[in-house]
């Protein structure tokens, strides 16, 4: 099974600040990534697929990039309500896999 | 505006089997390429994908747990289920059923169930 692997693993900020999170896969796996964020006690929330296309509803501060076994998400203004988990997911080949996660702290 | 809703026991006995169903309203389980997951989340962990089944029936499951897992599908009822078999404590988890589309994520997914394996 492929491996994802998400950098840092927790990380503090404040609002306004600009985050970064990584995620790196064992294999390529082209383009075919999604994020996710999901709150304590709720189901994730879909952000970015297709690694850098942006769901419908989400705030444009949300982004991502890369293809091939790298890839980033970035917020570009933290807001209050943006404190979460963030999780990749690659659904390029069977088994579909998760990274950790990398809790964003205040 | 499609959701989903899972449903089932929140506890079951070590060596028995869990089920759990998950409703789709305001579209349909038949409707275009989109796939029908089951993802869990153990107490304090990541998300582990179960495996899915598109609306002929063609299933894929994660190997870690193949040998007991079947997820199937009824049109009719505008469901599709989980069963894993033989559960343990480590079957102890956040239950989410979810649609997606192949290369393009998991986009909708129910509220969450939790399944506690004890006697």
Redesign the interface.
């Given at each position: 099974?492929i491996q994802m692997t998400q950098s840092p693993s927790s990380l503090s900020a404040s609002v306004g600040d600009r985050v970064t999170i990584t995620c790196r896969a064992s294999q390529g796996i082209?383009s075919?990534l999604?994020w996710?964020q999901q709150k304590p006690g709720?189901?994730?929330?879909?952000l970015i697929?297709?690694a850098s296309s942006l769901?419908s509803g989400v705030p444009s501060r949300f982004s991502g990039s890369g293809s091939g076994a790298d890839f980033t998400l970035t917020i570009s203004s933290l807001q209050p309500e943006d404190f979460a988990t963030y999780?990749c997911?690659q659904?390029?080949i069977?088994?579909?896999?998760?990274?950790?996660?990398t809790k964003l702290e205040i | 505006q499609v959701q989903l809703q899972e449903s089932g026991p929140g506890l079951v006995k070590p060596s028995e089997t869990l089920s759990l169903i998950c409703t789709v309203s305001g579209g349909s389980v038949s409707s275009g390429s989109y796939h029908w997951s089951w993802i869990r989340q153990p107490p304090g962990k990541g998300l582990e994908w179960i495996g899915y089944i598109y609306h002929s029936g063609s299933t894929n499951y994660n190997p870690s747990l193949k040998s007991r897992v079947t997820i199937s599908i009824d049109t009719s009822k505008n469901q599709f289920s989980l069963k894993v078999s033989s559960v343990t404590a480590a079957d102890t988890a956040v239950y989410y059923c979810a649609r997606g589309l192949h290369f393009w994520g998991m986009d909708v997914w129910g509220q969450g169930t939790t399944v506690t394996v004890s006697s």
């Amino acid at each position: 099974a492929i491996q994802m692997t998400q950098s840092p693993s927790s990380l503090s900020a404040s609002v306004g600040d600009r985050v970064t999170i990584t995620c790196r896969a064992s294999q390529g796996i082209r383009s075919d990534l999604a994020w996710y964020q999901q709150k304590p006690g709720k189901a994730p929330k879909l952000l970015i697929y297709a690694a850098s296309s942006l769901q419908s509803g989400v705030p444009s501060r949300f982004s991502g990039s890369g293809s091939g076994a790298d890839f980033t998400l970035t917020i570009s203004s933290l807001q209050p309500e943006d404190f979460a988990t963030y999780y990749c997911l690659q659904d390029y080949i069977y088994p579909f896999t998760f990274g950790q996660g990398t809790k964003l702290e205040i | 505006q499609v959701q989903l809703q899972e449903s089932g026991p929140g506890l079951v006995k070590p060596s028995e089997t869990l089920s759990l169903i998950c409703t789709v309203s305001g579209g349909s389980v038949s409707s275009g390429s989109y796939h029908w997951s089951w993802i869990r989340q153990p107490p304090g962990k990541g998300l582990e994908w179960i495996g899915y089944i598109y609306h002929s029936g063609s299933t894929n499951y994660n190997p870690s747990l193949k040998s007991r897992v079947t997820i199937s599908i009824d049109t009719s009822k505008n469901q599709f289920s989980l069963k894993v078999s033989s559960v343990t404590a480590a079957d102890t988890a956040v239950y989410y059923c979810a649609r997606g589309l192949h290369f393009w994520g998991m986009d909708v997914w129910g509220q969450g169930t939790t399944v506690t394996v004890s006697s």
